[in-house]
């Protein structure tokens, strides 16, 4: 059975045993006392006859240490802390603080530690009902789950007990307070590891350590501020991350949502699309001679030429109506001959991780075109407030749907939602549009400031963008829920038997148009005197129409199997 990418306890404490020798941490007493390390050094002395020296804090090294074991079960128990099969012991999360002390870690090497020993006995145990000697190793529980249902677990339920945590650490040399943290901050901390979950990760990886590093660098820079500046600035680093993951996800669901608009529209366009442009061109056609009548109704001398120069910018603005239209039904035709795509079945866990990369992506995205964040920039002021607008219409345009992304059956992953592929191509747009406009913004978030003021400033300044960002995807939202003519569509494409029908309203519609445009060109004519008009005098579209016999194809239009 296929393996999740969670990193066993057994694992972190056999790396520092085996490296005990090339510790560069390990004191000069330590090394008299223990040449080497073996798991039943981890406990303490049983009955049985053996070799083993129990480790112990030494106080020489250390006044807060006490020259007790490490451990506080046998060294038997100690030995199957290593043993994933049906008789495992969960170590006591006093002895993992003590041998982090041991082998010298950090805290925020230590800290995991601990979480991963809760983790594995909450998820385990709790969770997924573990134990021993039932047939079952906790191997196969831990490694074979899956990996949506640990994450949905961890962000909801697994909740360690602070409190104990921190008073244990502290009886150890006061690991916390010495390290900068109240029971306060160490405890949003703790949710901080969990929510990355670090837990998760080897005790040695580059997330631990680059994430000790912030850490380390972050407390150095508060300490320059108050204790309420301090506790400030947590609550805001706290709420700017709730704020992010809460718009990340509505920007994920509205680009999913637009994704499936767009392929309503394209697959009604494939059955529809001939008959409806008709139908919008005779509508326009209308309406144009009606404003023609109008005008040379008020002003009887008006010319020929008189009356399309009155209303040149309204023909315009009808003609790119119709071109757009045109644009949609062409773009139809040129992916109706494309091949089919086809699938492989993907894990829940591959589509989990997949998702979270479009995220990452959109997150992205978003800091690159959001105004308030365009404005810290000095290229961006020197724009002028049309260059501001342009730009700000280039950047929308550059997150729509393309077409190719339309074309993805049911059993594709790009079918339901945004590509890594099409999100890559928009960031790479606007990187180019923002380019040759002179503006380089990073898109990595990351607190600005060289003071605990100025950094705290930071965050409330991006919590207030958050805060906006996040009210107006809530209302794109529901603009989206209350699209009833988009419903209408689909449920329409839904119903095969009835597209015939609809073909045929479509068409009566369109000669119905064609009847009345006749009437008012006739009607037109007679104000200007002529028994015809000139053909340039109907608008600069030509609104002429093949309607065809009004019958289709069964394969014509797209359906989800």
Same mark, same amino acid.
């Given at each position: ?8 306890? /057994? ?6 045993? &085996? ?20 798991? =039943?050094?981890?406990?303490?002395? @049983? ?5 083993? %020296? ?8 250390? +006044? ?19 043993? $994933? ?12 603080? /003590? ?57 909801? =339920? ?19 307070? %010495? ?7 160490? +405890? ?14 080897? @005790? ?7 994430? =000790?590093?912030?850490? #380390? ?53 494939? #059955? ?18 009606? &404003? ?5 109704? !008020? ?9 399309? @120069? ?96 339309? #074309?993805?059956? +049911? ?19 606007? @990187?180019? !549009? ?21 950094? *705290? ?15 107006? $995807? ?18 329409? *494409? ?27 060109? /006739? ?28 019958? $289709? ?9």
């Amino acid at each position: 059975m296929k393996q999740n990418k969670y990193s066993l306890l /057994r694992d972190d404490l056999t790396h520092y045993m &085996r490296g005990y020798s090339n510790n560069q941490l390990i004191t000069v007493n330590q090394r008299n006392e223990w040449k080497r390390i073996t798991q =039943a050094s981890l406990g303490q002395q @049983n009955n049985r006859k053996s070799s083993f %020296k129990p480790l112990v804090l030494l106080e020489i090294d250390n +006044s807060y240490y006490d020259n007790q074991p490490v451990g506080s079960v046998s060294s038997t128990s100690a030995e199957r802390f290593f043993n $994933y099969d049906e008789n495992h012991v969960f170590p006591p999360m006093r002895d993992l603080v /003590r041998f982090g002390c041991f082998f010298h870690l950090d805290l925020y090497h230590m800290l995991p530690l601990v979480l991963k020993n809760e983790w594995e006995r909450y998820f385990g145990h709790d969770v997924q009902g573990w134990r021993n000697f039932t047939g079952v190793t906790l191997f196969d529980v831990l490694k074979t789950a899956n990996e949506i249902d640990m994450r949905e677990q961890n962000a909801r =339920a697994f909740k360690p007990d602070s409190q104990f945590i921190f008073d244990l650490f502290e009886i150890h040399g006061q690991i916390v307070t %010495k390290a900068g943290y109240t029971i306060e901050t160490f +405890s949003a901390l703790i949710n901080e590891m969990i929510l990355q979950r670090l837990h998760w990760e080897a @005790n040695t990886s580059d997330l631990i350590n680059r994430f =000790a590093q912030e850490e #380390i660098n972050r407390l150095e820079l508060i300490k320059t501020g108050s204790v309420d500046e301090q506790e400030a600035l947590w609550k805001a680093r706290l709420e700017f991350d709730e704020q992010h993951n809460q718009v990340d996800n509505l920007v994920w669901r509205l680009q999913n949502l637009e994704l499936k608009k767009e392929k309503i529209n394209f697959n009604w366009n494939r #059955i529809f699309g001939e008959l409806e442009l008709q139908l919008k061109a005779q509508i326009l056609r209308i309406e144009t001679l009606e &404003r023609y009548i109008l005008l040379k109704t !008020i002003n009887p001398d008006l010319t020929e030429d008189g009356v399309l @120069n009155a209303i040149k910018e309204e023909n315009e603005e009808i003609n790119k109506k119709l071109e757009r239209s045109n644009y949609e039904n062409l773009i139809v035709d040129i992916y109706n001959d494309f091949p089919q795509l086809s699938g492989t079945p993907v894990s829940d866990e591959f589509i989990y991780e997949y998702k979270k990369k479009c995220i990452a992506l959109l997150r992205q995205i978003r800091k690159l075109t959001h105004d308030d964040r365009l404005r810290r920039n000095p290229a961006y002021s020197q724009l002028t407030e049309n260059q501001k607008n342009e730009l700000k219409q280039i950047l929308m345009l550059s997150l729509k749907v393309q077409p190719d992304e339309l #074309i993805y059956p +049911s059993n594709v992953i790009g079918h339901d939602m945004r590509t890594i592929e099409g999100l890559h191509r928009v960031l790479d747009r606007i @990187n180019t !549009i923002l380019q040759n406009s002179g503006i380089d913004i990073d898109p990595d978030y990351y607190p600005q400031g060289e003071t605990i003021q100025e950094q *705290l400033r930071w965050y409330l300044d991006e919590i207030k963008i958050l805060q906006k960002e996040k009210e107006l $995807y809530t209302e794109r939202l529901a603009s989206y829920v209350k699209d009833i003519e988009t419903k209408r569509k689909n449920i329409l *494409l839904e119903v095969p038997e009835e597209h015939l029908k609809i073909k045929n309203g479509l068409k009566k519609q369109v000669e119905s148009f064609i009847t009345k445009a006749e009437e008012l060109e /006739r009607n037109l004519a007679v104000l200007f005197g002529v028994s015809d008009l000139n053909l340039n005098f109907k608008g600069i579209v030509n609104f002429e129409s093949d309607l065809g016999d009004g019958s $289709y194809n069964q394969n014509e239009f797209y359906t989800e199997e």
